[in-house]
């Protein structure tokens, strides 16, 4: 079973609207912690944000957010006011348990900003 | 500045060699791993490292092979018997968890493997 599920192949946005991409998690450890990445067209990985299972509240970090709904199993990545650079592949993540930092990732969201 | 350096960038391999990327980081971190990444797909992990002179193998180890005898170095050998080895492959580094909360992963810019 997949363990990071991100249904959305890919999502075309007008600059300065917010967006939402949507990421569901299957695990059966209490302990975990969930990661978005950005993936620009060169290549590199850059780590957005981050929320761990016992965090109370959601994380913020800027103009990202992430929408965390513990029951539910999701942890959505939420862009506000979006902007022509955020262009790019985004990747949620997750490592389990309190052992290695073995990050599991979804398949990835193509985000595309329109001027 | 600290960071994660992969080389090289992009690298061509006729069937049947063995080729190896190295992943050199500067950071000071504990944990090194490799990923893999095909077109359109998200990453799945190879190897990963959480001392040195000690690997443990990922989700798709077959046909590669790894070492660690620096803290900083940890080069990845993809062997002859790694059958559909055109891939994009990424080195990360991560601080021991009990340092720093998150734990994210910093990777490298990627070496891309084509076999012709």
């Known amino acids: 079973a997949q363990k990071i599920t991100q249904t959305q192949p890919g999502m075309f946005v007008q600059e300065k609207e917010a967006v939402t991409l949507d990421c569901t998690y299957d695990?059966?450890?209490?302990?975990?912690?969930l990661f978005w990445y950005k993936q620009p067209s060169s290549g590199e990985m850059i780590f957005l944000i981050y929320?761990?299972?016992?965090?109370?509240q959601n994380a913020t970090e800027g103009r990202y957010s992430l929408n965390f709904q513990k029951a539910r199993k999701s942890a959505n990545l939420v862009i506000s006011a979006s902007q022509l650079g955020d262009s790019a592949m985004y990747f949620c993540?997750?490592?389990?348990?309190?052992?290695?930092?073995?990050?599991?990732f979804g398949q990835g969201t193509r985000l595309t900003i329109n001027p | 500045d600290g960071g994660i350096t992969q080389s090289p960038k992009y690298l061509f391999r006729k069937e049947g060699q063995n080729v190896t990327l190295s992943c050199e980081q500067n950071?000071?971190?504990?944990?090194m791993y490799w990923y893999r990444q095909d077109p359109g797909q998200g990453l799945r992990l190879i190897y990963y490292?959480?001392?040195?002179?000690?690997?443990q193998k990922g989700d798709i180890a077959e046909g590669y092979s790894v070492s660690r005898e620096k803290k900083e170095s940890f080069p990845l050998t993809v062997t002859s018997a790694q059958k559909n080895p055109t891939a994009f492959y990424l080195c990360?580094?991560?601080?021991?968890?009990?340092?720093?909360?998150?734990?994210?992963?910093?990777f490298g810019e990627g070496s891309r493997l084509t076999v012709l």
């Open positions: 990360a580094s991560s601080m021991f968890r009990g340092l720093k909360r998150t734990g994210e992963l910093f």
């Open positions: 695990t059966s450890d209490p302990s975990y912690g």
């Open positions: 929320q761990g299972s016992y965090d109370q």
């Open positions: 993540a997750m490592r389990e348990g309190s052992g290695a930092q073995k990050l599991v």
């Open positions: 950071l000071n971190h504990d944990a």
């Open positions: 490292s959480q001392i040195v002179n000690d690997f």
